[in-house]
């Protein structure tokens, strides 16, 4: 792929994402715990499924597995794009 002149590549993106998720969903009360967490990847789409995988993960093992494999980007108000 393209690199910039300091050798990172172009089209490297970084998300930033706070979700807010139950600390123990094993325990009766409803106690959640907010997570911020960074990620890059390729392309923005791509650091926004990583940063929420490793956002996630924690709370729900079962994401570890999870890839992402097609996305669809649309425009809904072209006039602010």
Do not use: M
Request: aromatic fraction near 2%; proline fraction near 7%.
């Amino acid at each position: 792929g393209k690199h910039n002149n300091d050798g990172i590549p172009t089209n490297l993106a970084r998300a930033t994402v706070k979700v807010r998720v139950l600390d123990d969903p094993n325990h009766s009360e409803d106690e959640f715990l907010d997570r911020l967490e960074v990620s890059e990847g390729n392309g923005p789409v791509d650091a926004l499924a990583n940063a929420l995988k490793k956002a996630l993960t924690p709370s729900h093992p079962s994401l570890e597995n999870l890839q992402l494999i097609d996305y669809k980007v649309r425009i809904l108000d072209p006039e602010s794009a």
